[in-house]
């Protein structure tokens, strides 16, 4: 079956939801999702078939304090709104139409970090809970975030041991795959001095979670290399899509957030023919 793959990156998924848009205003639901941290977090209003919220809920709530901000710190542990952003907003401001997301048929795959292990575990979306625990965890980003508890284990976001899930997909033999990254074609990710300050803190607690941040950026730059490998050796099969333009993990500007989900929907819209072609 042809599977969606979709990296994450905080608000920069914004170019993905045009992507998803323009897959629904082609009548196109893909039977396979998987992605990590905002990627699959915003893939659940795909899946749910509501086009535009997830540009509605930036236009909104991006610059609300109750969204982003040092008051929730307090409250949160987390310059996020937690609740606010995976409680409130879906079941009461923006309703997430839970009816509509439980008749999808299909795997949606929930990528996240075990803190223990610090390795890849991949959660069934189709069991999220109305407080959408599974997405909080994705998106856990270590200092930024607190860890998340399912059951025994803790984790932590997904994007740290498999920042873009398509050796998952093609392991789950899906040999179509549209590929959405989040980062233009010349970026390759560094070792950042923050990474390393935030390892250094987790270290004691979870040490291979800690080496698990440090080898994300060699990790993170091979799988981008495969996928661009892999869509040049298998156009029928692979189509990769990337913004033209860099786009930044926390935009403030909601102008500039409506470009990126532009850019994505347009994109998507000009390779609509190859992406068709998958379901072939």
Same mark, same amino acid.
């Given at each position: 079956? +042809? ?6 990156? *905080?608000? !920069?998924?914004?170019?993905?939801? @045009? /992507?998803?848009? %323009? ?71 923006? +309703? ?6 439980? *008749?999808? !048929?299909?795997?949606?795959?929930? @990528? /996240?970090?075990? %803190? ?165």
């Amino acid at each position: 079956m +042809p599977a969606l793959v979709l990296e994450g990156g *905080t608000f !920069r998924p914004i170019f993905s939801c @045009g /992507v998803m848009d %323009a897959l629904l205003d082609h009548d196109l639901l893909f039977d396979y999702v998987i992605g990590v941290s905002a990627g699959i977090t915003y893939a659940v209003s795909y899946l749910s078939r509501q086009r535009g919220r997830n540009l509605e809920v930036l236009r909104r709530y991006r610059n609300d304090k109750r969204y982003l901000g040092a008051r929730n710190l307090l409250r949160d542990h987390s310059v996020f709104g937690v609740d606010f952003v995976f409680s409130t907003i879906p079941n009461e401001l923006i +309703p997430f139409d839970w009816e509509a997301f439980h *008749t999808y !048929r299909g795997r949606a795959l929930v @990528g /996240v970090t075990n %803190a223990r292990t610090g390795q890849a575990e991949y959660l069934d979306g189709m069991r999220l809970d109305r407080p959408s625990t599974m997405l909080r965890a994705t998106c856990a980003i270590p200092i930024y975030f607190p860890p998340i508890s399912i059951g025994s284990e803790t984790y932590y976001d997904g994007g740290l041991a498999d920042p873009i899930p398509i050796l998952k997909s093609l392991r789950d033999g899906n040999h179509k795959n549209l590929i959405v990254l989040t980062q233009p074609d010349a970026y390759r990710k560094e070792l950042t001095c923050g990474t390393r300050f935030a390892a250094r803190a987790l270290h004691h607690r979870y040490p291979r979670l800690a080496a698990t941040m440090l080898s994300r950026p060699k990790r993170y730059n091979q799988t981008v290399c495969f996928c661009h490998r892999l869509a040049a050796a298998q156009p029928e099969n692979t189509v990769l899509l990337q913004p033209a333009e860099r786009l930044e993990s926390f935009e403030k500007d909601v102008k500039k957030l409506e470009w990126g989900y532009e850019m994505g929907y347009n994109m998507a819209c000009s390779r609509m023919e190859d992406i068709r072609r998958l379901f072939d």
